[in-house]
């Protein structure tokens, strides 16, 4: 069975580092693109950027280049989110998904985790 | 940058015919996809490649395609069915970057 199993939620201060997590199992990890997406509180769905476990490849959504940083360690078969200095506006849920084979949408979700920011 | 827009929301009686578009200049090029979210959970396949069913979902629910715009149908609409509503596709420019529509808000009356 896929599984996507994310890290829980965060309590952070402004200023403050983090890394959230992602790990696959029930499928060859560095085979599929991973992705995450942001979920601020009462907004909608966006797509923040994707990496390819196998090789690291990854993409930014303009919108977060240079925000935010993806990565990945396939000896653990985990993704990571991390962002070097948080502000109140990344207060939202962040989902990581699999991007289904050969395709330009997301198969299996993640349950979320809540990033909280707040002095 | 490339955008996916869509009516904030739709209002349906239960048994009615529910449809909530999508509109983007790369429509024409790009697949459409649609997920459904409901309250304190993660989004759900429920239309791929503009058309296609996943497994496990429903017949009542339907895509379709025309130009810029696509088109998400759900037929004899349930009271489960209220929900939010997203399209989603990738840029067509060759960025490999993908979008999300707005999302709609589908209201069970």
């Known amino acids: 069975e896929v599984q996507l199993v994310q890290s829980g939620a965060e309590v952070k201060k402004p200023g403050e580092s983090l890394k959230i997590s992602c790990k696959g199992s029930g499928y060859s990890f560095t085979s599929y693109w991973i992705g995450w997406v942001r979920q601020m509180p009462g907004k909608g769905l966006e797509w923040m950027g994707i990496i390819y476990p196998g090789d690291s490849d990854t993409r930014y959504s303009p919108s977060f280049q240079g925000q935010v940083t993806i990565s990945a360690d396939k000896s653990i078969s985990t993704a990571y989110l991390q962002w070097s200095s948080l502000k109140a506006s990344d207060t939202a849920m962040y989902y990581c998904?699999?991007?289904?084979?050969?395709?330009?949408?997301?198969?299996?979700w993640g349950q979320g985790t809540l990033v909280t920011v707040s002095s | 940058s490339y955008e996916l827009t869509q009516p904030p929301s739709v209002s349906v009686s239960p048994g009615q015919t529910a449809r909530i578009t999508c509109s983007g200049d790369?429509?024409?090029?790009?697949?459409a996809y649609w997920y459904q979210q409901k309250p304190g959970q993660a989004p759900v396949l429920v239309i791929y490649?503009?058309?296609e069913r996943p497994s496990g979902i429903p017949e009542r629910f339907s895509g379709s395609s025309s130009g810029t715009t696509v088109t998400l149908t759900i037929s004899g609409v349930q009271a489960e069915d209220e929900a939010d509503y997203y399209c989603?596709?990738?840029?067509?420019?060759?960025?490999?970057?993908?979008?999300f529509g707005g999302g709609t808000k589908l209201t069970v009356l």
């Open positions: 790369a429509l024409p090029k790009q697949y």
């Open positions: 989603q596709s990738a840029d067509s420019s060759g960025t490999y970057r993908w979008v």
């Open positions: 490649k503009d058309s």
């Open positions: 998904a699999r991007q289904s084979p050969g395709e330009y949408y997301f198969d299996y």
